[in-house]
């Protein structure tokens, strides 16, 4: 089956986009779940698969990344615009 997003650990709350994703598109997850997509996400970036609110850490490899400056609703383009990953 054809995915749009890469899940790469299951303690992930963020996928990277295999596609570039438009506003409003059903984005088929590599774990077999679907989510529509919030904002327009460009091929290789992070999309947020749940809820994440600011000050929450933000998951990819299993591991954190940096922390949410504002609250990413799941299918929200997730980068420096509203990441904080310490090196900013």
Do not use: F
């Not at 989510?35 to 609110?53: N, W």
């Amino acid at each position: 089956m054809k995915h749009d997003v890469l899940l790469i650990n299951l303690q992930d709350n963020v996928g990277v986009a295999l596609v570039d994703i438009p506003r409003g598109g059903k984005a088929r997850i590599s774990s077999g779940e679907r989510v529509e997509a919030v904002d327009e996400t460009p091929y290789s970036h992070k999309m947020a698969l749940e809820d994440i609110r600011a000050g929450e850490p933000v998951r990819k490899y299993g591991e954190e990344i940096g922390r949410a400056l504002t609250d990413i609703p799941r299918g929200g383009w997730v980068h420096t615009h509203n990441l904080h990953t310490g090196e900013q």
